[in-house]
């Protein structure tokens, strides 16, 4: 149910083309945006798993429809257009400084920005400074780059474009449909709206999910008091663990018939289904950590290692890393985590996956000869 409720049971739950991505995005609440670029984006990464033929120019093409737009969840991400109206408590406390966070932009040097880019149209970080392109100069690092932040947290900017991870601004007013919804919810309304985007895109989910990196006793008795609300409606069934773990299951889901391939799929270590360890760890017992945020010594598995999902269960992870200047991919190393797994449907499974995952990484040649016992050449 976990699976299905993520997009992740079946071939094209939310359909093809941007049309498709759009529905994903709306479905998942997010899609985390990252910088590391070890294999494609995050971003790209997640949304080709759940949209056949995902092209990362779908998601200029539905910002500049208006239909998403970036802003934070728990991270930088992309957001279904629909829901902006949740992003400004966020705004609002930057601006007001309720907010401890983005307090660093230059008030001069942000109302310089804003004239420009409301004279001259929309504007990159760099051009404020287009003679000092050196890394660590300081439109890069400095006070340049605070501002922007400032004025695109507080709400002032949105990202109308990227090329890569370069970011194009312009006025929040010119980025914004005439029909969007711009009241401030209330502390209860922000609370069922984490809660609904939630019970949609997990199906099984525990509070401490449903506060995942959200602060503050008062967000945290408002979420009580809509989970209460919704078990007593019947709409939300409790679930212990034999850990002692509370867990919430959504009722209308059990209904919903059940289908799963039994496939492999090759996973971003920031895909919705994996992003929150604890849960990760109590539905798949997988127990999973980035490494490249490790010292090279005390690595387990590798820098950039993606899990690996085979059927309903999450069966190991593989070290990737995408020699793009080669149009190779390289499997570094490869661990399987279950004993019992059919070796002789797994293996052309995997070899399957390794290769469209190669493909969508712009690298046509796939290098596993790393990978020593699985008989992968």
């Known amino acids: 149910m976990a699976l299905q409720a993520q997009g992740l049971a079946s071939r094209a739950p939310f359909g093809q083309g941007p049309a498709g991505t759009h529905r994903a995005i709306a479905h998942l609440g997010y899609v985390q945006i990252d910088t590391l670029s070890v294999v494609e984006r995050a971003h790209h990464h997640v949304l080709w798993n759940r949209v056949p033929d995902y092209d990362p120019a779908h998601l200029n093409r539905l910002v500049g429809e208006r239909q998403i737009f970036e802003y934070w969840y728990h991270a930088a991400a992309y957001l279904p257009m629909c829901d902006y109206r949740y992003a400004l408590r966020r705004m609002h406390a930057i601006r007001t400084g309720e907010s401890r966070y983005f307090r660093g932009g230059d008030p001069q040097l942000m109302k310089q920005i804003l004239a420009r880019i409301r004279t001259d149209g929309p504007m990159r970080m760099r051009h404020l400074d287009p003679g000092t392109k050196e890394a660590g100069s300081w439109w890069n690092q400095g006070p340049g780059r605070r501002a922007f932040e400032t004025l695109f947290m507080r709400g002032d900017l949105m990202v109308c474009e990227r090329n890569g991870m370069e970011k194009s601004y312009d006025l929040a007013e010119r980025c914004l449909p005439n029909d969007v919804d711009l009241r401030v919810p209330t502390l209860g ?46 709409q939300v069934s409790v679930c212990k663990g034999d850990d002692g773990v509370t867990a919430y299951v959504d009722v209308a889901a059990l209904d919903r018939p059940m289908r799963l391939r039994r496939e492999v799929r090759i996973l971003s270590p920031f895909d919705n289904l994996v992003i929150h360890r604890d849960r990760l760890s109590a539905l798949f017992a997988f127990d999973y950590r980035v490494e490249c945020y490790v010292p090279a010594s005390k690595r387990v598995h590798g820098y950039f290692c993606l899990p690996v999902l085979y059927g309903d269960q999450v069966v190991g992870r593989v070290d990737c890393k995408a020699h793009r200047s080669e149009q190779r991919l390289e499997v570094i190393r490869l661990h399987v985590e279950r004993d019992d797994l059919d070796r002789d449907h797994f293996l052309p499974e995997l070899r399957k996956a390794l290769h469209r995952f190669a493909v969508f990484n712009r690298c046509p040649e796939l290098d596993a000869r790393a990978v020593d016992g699985m008989a992968l050449r």
């Open 189 to 234: 309304e922000y609370a069922t709206y984490l809660f609904e985007t939630t019970r949609r895109s997990h199906g099984v989910f525990t509070l401490k999910q449903l506060l995942h990196l959200q602060a503050g006793k008062d967000l945290r008795d408002a979420m009580r008091a809509v989970v209460d609300e919704r078990v007593d409606a019947g």
